[in-house]
């Protein structure tokens, strides 16, 4: 879409229905097929045009993902356009139906399986993004954040693509099959590190939608997250001394990326802090400048079948 059609949209954008909100942008219909993503002020257009370019890279790999219709600048404001994807979250599936959430946290972990046998690079990197990120976490103690980028750098790389930002809210349960969105965090990088990040969100994040008792969001929480790690990692299980190692580099970089859990993440990376001289004996690994990557030729062949896997499992009339 051109720059010189701005005028219109400003104009339009009045009478779209907004029907999503994050802490980057405003989400309305748009059309009869489309969704307009419209970012906050001063939000950068280099982050604008980086999430546009990730977007159209991911679909055309093949992965179920939205269709980007392009981009628009209007009044200092920048919009992406979208394939409009008609269906409630998997978040919103969790918390309707209860009874389904074995099943769609193992499709949730299979498709996590088939997004990481794609191997790329030249997509931001992970571990720069990380670093980045954990310098900027200001409240904590300097020890801590000194502790989080040694545990980084004991870590190995990687060139699989992560999302960044893998949780059930950013699934979408269409008639076709599950659909992933919001790839603004998209890096190359190291997989298992991409399910740390999934695993604390699951132990942290917001619970479904749905009034559940305060009593049982902790435990929900704790199934949730074993229920996905377990799946994801049923072929090697070894690695999950590994996830436990990348926990506390994550939850300091969710901190320093603004992520609005700040008082539940200071408290899980104090206990990781205290724990990290454990955590790196049981993480069986080299450091990353001695081979260790994590996107191997097993990895990639054992990526297609889940997907068919997955692809029969979310189609099940019980789960929709």
């Not at 400003?10 to 219909?29: E, N, S």
């Not at 399910?195 to 008792?213: C, D, Y």
């Not at 049981?282 to 990895?299: F, I, L, M, V, Y």
């Amino acid at each position: 879409m051109e720059r010189d059609q701005g005028t219109s949209m400003a104009a339009d954008i009045t009478r779209a229905a907004l029907v999503g909100q994050g802490r980057t942008a405003d989400i309305y219909l748009w059309g009869d097929n489309q969704i307009l993503k419209l970012f906050r002020s001063g939000w950068s257009l280099a982050a604008v045009e980086q999430e546009t370019g990730i977007s159209q890279i991911v679909h055309e790999l093949g992965l179920p993902v939205p269709a980007t219709g392009g981009m628009i600048e209007v009044d200092g404001r920048h919009r992406i356009l979208y394939e409009r994807i008609d269906g409630p979250s998997m978040l919103r599936q969790l918390g309707a139906k209860p009874w389904a959430a074995i099943p769609l946290l193992h499709a949730f972990a299979d498709l996590h399986v088939s997004m990481h046998a794609h191997t790329l690079r030249e997509f931001p990197s992970q571990r720069q993004r990380l670093t980045h990120q954990i310098q900027q976490a200001s409240p904590l103690p300097a020890e801590w954040t000194a502790a989080a980028l040694a545990a980084l750098d004991q870590l190995p790389d990687g060139n699989c693509l992560c999302h960044g930002d893998y949780h059930p809210d950013n699934v979408l349960m269409s008639t076709h099959g599950p659909i992933i969105i919001d790839w603004s965090e998209a890096t190359c990088g190291n997989p298992i590190a991409d399910v740390a990040n999934t695993s604390m969100i699951f132990r942290l994040g917001a619970p479904p939608p749905g009034g559940m008792s305060r009593l049982l969001i902790g435990p929900a929480r704790a199934v949730a997250d074993a229920t996905y790690v377990r799946r994801y990692l049923k072929r090697d299980p070894a690695l999950r001394a590994e996830v436990a190692a990348w926990h506390l580099p994550i939850a300091v970089a969710r901190l320093g990326a603004g992520i609005p859990e700040e008082q539940r993440l200071l408290a899980q990376i104090e206990t990781l802090v205290r724990n990290r001289d454990t955590l790196h004996a049981r993480a069986t690994k080299p450091p990353h400048g001695e081979g260790g990557n994590r996107c191997d030729g097993r990895r990639r062949q054992f990526a297609p079948r889940m997907f068919t896997t997955l692809g029969n499992a979310v189609r099940k009339s019980d789960l929709l």
